[in-house]
């Protein structure tokens, strides 16, 4: 009877002492320093805590989505999302590449609420703001400056063509301003290759990249002077491409990669032997500029010199004239 009596006050005090261990954890107070450690790794305002664990409203990232107006604010689970809807994983969504308004319409991610019905819907172009921060109205015409000056016009592809935001963003271009130029390889050969505008300027849904520059470029206004390989070369656009007529593709498909100073890695040629000094200088024409100097299209590169290679003196009497134009310019306004 003793034996049964000790076993059942072990068994008590062993009960009474768990639960007196569990209450105090629940109870037990986060240190200041603590929680000013953990509030200041969220970056957020803490709302509710449970022994350790805190619950913090953290600031979201981007303006896309807010986890404090659909957790603390309208009182969904964690489970209403994640793992059916969303990955509870950064950057999921977007490696899954269909995470676009036409999923977000058919259902899919966000449109599984945000559906007219038990949220506001994808589709009404007012409700744009609340996610994106603006009525995502494109602008009419897009300006790069690098690696070229280039305008892509939204209205000729979205209002006039029909395409829709979802089919180049964000699969072939990010909705930011600068992310393509910031990659570095957003060039015309990537455009070759299918990349970026390249993806539907292919030469089958579209014209091809490689062609019909001026639908995107712009000529140079300014005269281009030459310092390598040969010194004080001066070549005006105007003249080939205004009054000839010639087309961009004409020289930058083949002869001229369309880029400032890409000649200026030609190293200059040195000889003393006079013959050795003029055949180079044939075959870098030849190569160049007379593929269409040949006398046939247009005057030859051996007649005519001063023409392009205006020489120190020229150089100089064309930067003070350009000089003389640009105060004038600047008189008038």
């Not at 009960?15 to 200041?32: E, H, K, T």
């Not at 019905?117 to 015409?141: R, Y």
């Amino acid at each position: 009877m003793a034996m049964k009596f000790t076993k059942s006050l072990c068994w008590g005090l062993g009960a009474a002492v768990c639960i007196g261990l569990f209450l105090a954890g629940v109870n037990r107070p986060v240190s200041a320093e603590a929680l000013a450690q953990t509030q200041k790794q969220a970056n957020g305002q803490i709302t509710e805590r449970y022994g350790d664990t805190l619950v913090v409203a953290q600031k979201a990232t981007h303006q896309l989505f807010s986890h404090k107006k659909h957790v603390i604010g309208v009182g969904l689970e964690c489970d209403a999302c994640h793992p059916d809807i969303f990955q509870k994983k950064r950057g999921a969504a977007k490696a899954a590449g269909d995470y676009n308004m036409k999923s977000l319409e058919k259902g899919k991610y966000c449109g599984a609420c945000h559906n007219g019905d038990e949220a506001f819907g994808v589709t009404d172009k007012k409700d744009c703001i609340t996610c994106h921060g603006s009525n995502m109205q494109p602008p009419e015409k897009i300006v790069w400056k690098k690696p070229n000056k280039a305008v892509f016009d939204h209205q000729a592809h979205v209002q006039d063509i029909g395409l829709e935001c979802g089919d180049c963003h964000d699969k072939i271009f990010t909705m930011k301003i600068g992310a393509a130029e910031a990659k570095g390889d957003f060039t015309m050969a990537s455009f070759k290759k299918g990349r970026y505008c390249g993806a539907c300027h292919n030469g089958d849904d579209a014209f091809d990249a490689q062609s019909q520059c001026d639908s995107c470029h712009f000529a140079p206004t300014k005269k281009i002077i030459f310092t390598k390989p040969v010194k004080t070369v001066v070549f005006d656009h105007k003249i080939h491409v205004g009054k000839a007529g010639l087309l961009c593709e004409t020289c930058h498909k083949e002869v001229f990669v369309m880029g400032s100073g890409v000649l200026s890695g030609l190293e200059t040629f040195r000889s003393d032997d006079p013959a050795a000094k003029r055949k180079h200088l044939e075959e870098l024409h030849e190569k160049l500029c007379g593929t269409c100097h040949n006398s046939d299209q247009a005057f030859g590169f051996q007649t005519r010199c001063t023409v392009c290679h205006i020489g120190v003196k020229g150089l100089k009497q064309m930067k003070a004239q350009a000089e003389k134009g640009d105060a004038a310019e600047q008189g008038e306004h």
